[in-house]
């Protein structure tokens, strides 16, 4: 479990103290207009920007404590827009850091639509295969995702169409359910939050507003004050979360 003790930064970009816990088995959304500290606060949660004040910590123990290996294994972070620059295959970079054998390297680019790809050049990638290498490198780092892991994403949707969005989000969402992942992603899209997370964690000028379930956090009203946009609420279906629309 990934804890948070009134952790944060006071120093630009600021982000107030928070407190909370991760726990395996749930996928959290964070959402917020721009600048308002979400991939600041994922740099938090990784570990790669150690807190200010108070401590975050995996089973326990300060991250900064992990041995570098060991905490590689347990927590993996996709940033985003990230673009290889170099002439590697999709199946060296997914395979890349980790002890993965070539059976796991194989279901994580079939988990991501990758498998026809394999052999491709990373330079003649479109920016939304890329993305997915990235989320499948980050499974094998993750050796798959054993219970307790923590997958971090950035904005892990922006270069993919609709439907990669649907599988994207879909995956990572039975990662969570089936295989006890703890799963943190960065979203702009707030029906996909409200479609697949367990809770969402709405942010706004570096302090977390509201968390909790979707329905509790992305009422039309909060987001158009947050956001300065006019939104209202779309019924779907039975048991659906209300879709968020524009008004015109």
Request: glycine residues 10%; charged residues 20%.
């Amino acid at each position: 479990m990934l804890t948070l003790e009134g952790s944060g930064f006071t120093t630009v970009p600021a982000l107030a103290p928070l407190s909370d816990a991760l726990a395996p088995g749930e996928l959290v959304a964070i959402v917020g207009p721009n600048g308002a500290g979400k991939s600041t606060l994922l740099g938090l949660l990784s570990g790669f920007r150690p807190p200010e004040q108070g401590r975050v910590c995996l089973d326990a123990r300060p991250l900064a404590d992990w041995l570098p290996e060991a905490l590689a294994r347990r927590r993996a972070l996709v940033a985003q827009q990230v673009r290889p620059s170099f002439d590697w295959t999709v199946r060296e970079l997914v395979a890349l850091g980790s002890e993965a054998g070539p059976a796991q390297v194989a279901e994580s680019l079939a988990e991501l639509d990758l498998t026809a790809l394999t052999e491709r050049t990373l330079t003649g990638l479109s920016g939304g295969e890329a993305q997915r290498c990235m989320v499948a490198r980050a499974l094998c780092q993750l050796d798959g995702g054993d219970p307790g892991s923590l997958l971090l994403l950035d904005e892990p949707t922006s270069a993919l169409d609709i439907g990669q969005q649907q599988r994207l989000m879909r995956l990572l969402r039975r990662l969570a359910d089936q295989r006890g992942l703890a799963v943190v992603c960065v979203l702009h899209d707030l029906n996909l939050a409200a479609r697949y997370a367990h809770r969402v964690w709405l942010m706004q000028q570096g302090r977390r507003i509201a968390a909790g379930p979707p329905g509790e956090v992305l009422g039309a009203g909060r987001l158009a004050r947050v956001f300065g946009a006019e939104l209202h609420e779309a019924r779907v279906a039975d048991g659906e979360p209300p879709a968020l629309v524009l008004a015109r």
